[in-house]
């Protein structure tokens, strides 16, 4: 599917429609210009007292909209939109398959552990009245409830933080910093480091020197150049905004801080940061065009692909969607497995156990490698693990 056509199309049908609109209004504003006219010579005529017959007025109202004919003027541009609506509507049907069941295996799903994943969305976006009313429609209202209070408490932290509370945020980091230090996180650090510089763009050095000596010198041996840009700071205090630090007023560092928070925040709870039914809904949109095209050629050839262990072609996905590595042997185009991993040869090239070994007749002889001159021995080939 070329997009590029499509959106030719769509913007051949865009200037038809301004050009219709234009053209309308255009119209629109001479009949009523008409008619102001007629009403103006209509209110002269009964200010003067002089005998006219209306009926010639609007006779003569009549005849000037005949012959301005209004309807005329307009279809010409209005079947020019409608032509470029119809291709565009024949356009959209060739391009977009609306029936993808042939592009899904039917599975069994389990539809209570399905409807957690869409309600902990909801919860895991803020959305926590769209939770509440998706779960008593399905009639599980009270399935969630420990997970929605989770993801409330960190709704509440985030909402401080944008009225620059840190309060809150400080009180969870504090009362799990031993978590937070072994998944290696230093948000601890970054929370008061925050709210160290609010203290010292409010004026007062000693509160903010007193903060640092309590809450920022037990990180000063793991992260002594960013506790030195803290104290050089000090000399700046209530001025910061023209000193050589104003960075550490910006207030993109509050967004990224926040960002931090929500994902060391999910972490914590065992989630992954973004929602897995966002990213399974992102996963199938750029999976789906490859496997409705698949599809129609398995059809052609009567062949059910349902059926199959794995998928003859491959399906790209983009590099945030991919979570674990994935080999593909460049002899056999087939997906490494746990029966068949990679192998790297000591010519320093990886193909498939499978390949090796059907090339080195099961490692009865040397073989050749298919990219360099290089004579490879099975044996010596070493199991890769990505």
Known sequence: MELSTIKDAFDRVTKKQKSSSSKTQEVIDQIRQEIENVLDTMQSVNSTDHVLDHKTVLNELKASLLQTAPLSQMEGTQKELN??????????????????SKAYRNIDIDVHTLNQIIANHFYRQGLFE??????????EPESAAVMKSLFLEMY???????????????????SNSDKLAQSGSDIVLKLHSMQFVKILQNGSRDEALHYARTYLSPFASSHIADI????????????LDSSPYH??????????????LKRQF?????????????????????????????MNVMVGKKQEWQTMNQLPVPVEL??????????VCPVSKEQATEDNPPMLMSCGHVLCKQSISKMSKNGSKLFKC?????DVDAALCKQLYF
């Open 156 to 174: 509440q932290i985030l909402e401080a933080m944008k009225n620059q509370d840190l309060e809150p945020a400080l009180k969870w980091a504090t």
């Open 370 to 374: 298919p990219y360099c001159p290089f």
């Open 318 to 327: 983009d590099s945030e969607l991919q979570f674990h590595s994935i080999f």
């Open 228 to 239: 030195q840009k803290l104290m050089g700071s000090l000399l700046w205090t209530g001025k």
């Open 266 to 294: 999910c972490n914590l709870l065992g989630q992954s940061y973004n929602s897995p039914l966002s990213v399974t809904i992102s996963a199938g949109v750029q999976a789906l065009p490859p496997l409705l095209k698949f």
């Open 83 to 100: 032509v470029a609506l119809s291709k565009y509507g024949k356009l959209l049907e060739k391009n977009f398959n609306t029936d993808i």
């Open 247 to 260: 960075a550490l007023l910006s207030p993109s560092n509050w967004d990224r801080l926040a960002e931090e």
């Open 130 to 139: 769209i939770g509440d009313h998706f779960l008593s429609v399905v009639g």
